[in-house]
């Protein structure tokens, strides 16, 4: 008797045991049979990731080709191609989360980027407007390094283009930065573009003078000056009857250069 009692413990445990593994075991069996029949998804969305990182960087290459055509400034086409890059990547990723029929995991990670690229563009407005006004400089390219430009009320040589802002140091020995927003949104004077300047000099006949031999020395002295532009004309007129002469103003062009250049035109 105390044999059967100490079998049917046993066979007890034994169920026991068995009632508690057996959905253990069941359920292992399920996600397997699901792990199997998932791998050619799998596959498939493995193949389109190692695919697109290919794909994003032929694009890398390509945009930051197109984009030394149109633009000098390296700090920007290597940018471009960078979000050009991680855009393809991202664009993978969502199609293979689509293959493994994950839709909803993808729709929330679309929801949640536009949440959080909403959020981050009220907070760094400001820093994004002068992004993307340095990336316009970029394409359209109203100046370059050294050149000598005039913009938000500041004359000076271009010592940096950058991608939020540009330096300039001006005649007086400042280094101004000036935030690229501020630089497309103002006008430009650029001085350089042309490599020539004109230059106005007013000046005055005393009444009593003979006039037409003040018109021709003024006009001497000028068409004398070394660095003046032959190919233009030498203009005098006579515009005004001042206090105690008679004024003039006498225009012409140099070749400039350097700030200096204007200067001593003036000067001669």
């Known amino acids: 008797m105390p044999q059967q009692s100490n ?4 066979e007890s445990a034994i169920s026991g045991v068995s009632e ?34 290919l794909v994003a960087g032929l ?8 984009m030394e055509s149109v633009s000098d400034y390296a700090h920007a086409n290597d940018l471009v191609a960078t979000v050009a890059r991680i855009g393809v990547i991202l664009a993978g990723f969502f199609i293979a989360l689509s293959v493994l029929k994950l839709t909803g995991v993808v729709a929330t990670l ?27 400089l970029a394409i359209r390219r109203p100046f370059h390094d050294g050149d000598i430009i005039e913009t938000n009320d500041y004359l000076g040589k271009v ?11 001006t005649f007086r020995g400042q280094r101004v930065i000036i935030p690229n927003k501020e630089v497309m949104g103002n006008p ?4 350089s573009q042309r490599g020539m300047r004109r230059i106005d000099l007013s000046c005055g006949v005393a009444y009593g003078d003979d006039l037409e031999k003040a018109k021709r020395v003024a006009l001497e002295t000028v068409e004398g000056i070394e660095y003046r532009d032959e ?21 012409f062009w140099v070749e400039f250069t350097a700030q200096t250049d204007y200067l001593r035109a003036q000067s001669d």
Do not use: C, H
Not at 7 to 10: H, L, P, Q, R, T
Not at 112 to 132: C, E, K, P, S, T
Not at 231 to 250: A, K, M, Q, T
């Open 110 to 136: 679309l929801a949640g980027a536009g949440v959080v690229g909403l959020a981050l563009g009220f907070a760094f407005q400001d820093i994004a407007a002068n992004f993307i006004s340095g990336f316009m």
């Open 59 to 66: 694009v890398q290459r390509g945009v930051r080709t197109l």
């Open 159 to 169: 010592d940096e283009i950058n991608l939020r802002t540009t330096v300039i140091d």
């Open 20 to 53: 508690m593994t057996d959905p253990l075991v069941t359920k292992l069996q399920t996600w397997l049979t699901k792990f199997v029949a998932l791998l050619p998804n799998l596959a498939v969305a493995f193949i389109v990731i190692l695919v697109a990182f």
């Open 188 to 191: 430009i004077v650029n001085y």
């Open 231 to 251: 190919s233009r004309d030498v203009d005098l007129y006579y515009n005004e009857f001042g206090d105690s002469s008679v004024n003039f103003v006498i225009r």
């Open 7 to 10: 079998g049917g413990a046993s």
